[in-house]
């Protein structure tokens, strides 16, 4: 009775056996890019930001206008389906501002394969003759740049500080987290114009060109440095709620050292807030870029963002004349993207909770 008992058993467990080898399991990663489809909103942005960082990107390569070209006889000329002024080639390096690298390459493949032609002024010409549409695309690329790299700056500097500061508690803690509390008291915005004042005098700059460091690489750095304190609260946060977990409990038995526990074990498993947190502080950090611009006070003219673009387009408004094009379509390209990055960070929000998963 017992043999036969046993066989059964072997029977229902083979059974079993062959049945989950024929199911087949998904990754947090899959399950949560299974919901993010379902959200047709945040889609629709994810495809529209991948859009709009492709075409910053390669914009040497499209049939725009020369950005840096000045047109006496079109200045302050309206929204137009005109044909534009031919592309000399030969003025390619001071029109589009360019000396060389990957960017002539671009602007020369974009000569060999549309020649001199070129996109009418459909979004107007500014005080000079430029073209505002050639502006808003080289701008993009400023005004990304500076959202994408200062995130990732406070992304290091915030993960890193707030792990180590959650994971050892204690004194150790304490003594981090009071530091994040006096940095939070700090008028950035006062910091920031002094180091930026700083960085505007003629010795400073000259210094930075021998080691060819230029300024706005300095203002990345500068803008992403500010950015980590909520960062390192969040991640403390998390590190906090899950480094008494029984995998953090293994891999101390195991002999694994405190910095491979906090950044092999803990870090990836607060990667889905951090991804989160990083959709919120692209808007925030490129307003921020796009303020200073307002104010004189970030990007430096040749180079062009869109915060840039909309303090111009202000400037040369009077109660006699609206130039409404040179506002509206940087600040319009501005609101859109802000816009996208918020509703893709709410997508992820949603994608991302486990809470969730079945809602």
């Known amino acids: 009775m017992s043999n036969a008992t046993g066989q059964h058993e072997l029977e229902k467990y083979a059974a079993l056996w062959e049945e989950a080898q024929g199911v087949q399991g998904i990754s947090l990663g ?69 000396k060389g690298g990957i960017n002539l390459l671009m602007v020369k493949i ?6 001199e032609w070129s996109v009418p002024s459909i979004c107007g010409t500014d005080e000079l003759g430029r073209d505002t549409l050639a502006r808003i695309f080289w ?3 400023v005004s990304l740049a500076v959202g994408i790299v200062a995130t990732l700056v406070s992304l290091v500097i ?29 008028p950035f915005i006062c910091v920031v114009i002094m180091l930026v004042s700083i960085l505007n005098d003629k010795a400073v700059k000259a210094v930075l060109e021998e080691y060819g460091i230029n300024q706005i690489a300095i203002f990345f750095i500068i803008v992403g440095a500010i950015y980590w304190l909520t960062m390192s609260r969040v991640v403390r946060g998390q590190v906090i709620s899950l480094k008494n977990e029984q995998y953090i409990e293994a891999a101390r038995t195991i002999g694994a050292s405190r910095l491979r526990i906090i950044f092999r074990h803990l870090v990836p498993n607060v990667l889905s807030v951090v991804i989160v947190y990083l959709t919120l502080t692209i808007p925030s950090v490129m307003l921020f870029e796009a303020f200073l611009s307002f104010l004189g006070l970030g990007v430096k003219a040749p180079e062009v963002s869109w915060g840039l673009l ?50």
């Open 158 to 186: 915030g993960v890193s500080y707030g792990a180590v500061a959650g994971y050892f508690g204690g004194r150790v803690d304490n003594v981090m987290m009071r530091i994040v509390d006096m940095l939070y008291s700090v």
């Open 139 to 141: 701008g993009a690329r």
């Open 30 to 98: 899959q399950d949560a890019w299974r919901r993010l489809k379902r959200n047709r909103g945040a889609v629709i942005s994810l495809i529209g930001l991948v859009s709009i960082a492709l075409l910053a990107l390669l914009t040497p390569m499209l049939p725009l206008q020369p950005p840096q070209r000045v047109d006496t006889e079109r200045i302050f000329a309206p929204p137009t389906f005109a044909a534009a002024p031919a592309v000399e080639a030969e003025k390619v390096d001071a029109h589009f501002g360019i």
């Open 310 to 359: 909309v303090n111009q387009g202000f400037s040369v408004i009077t109660p006699i004349k609206v130039y409404w094009w040179l506002v509206l379509f940087p600040g319009l390209a501005l609101a859109m993207t802000l816009y996208a990055l918020n509703f893709l960070g709410d997508g992820l929000r949603d994608a991302l909770d486990p809470r969730l998963k079945n809602k």
């Open 110 to 115: 974009r000569l060999a394969v549309f020649g």
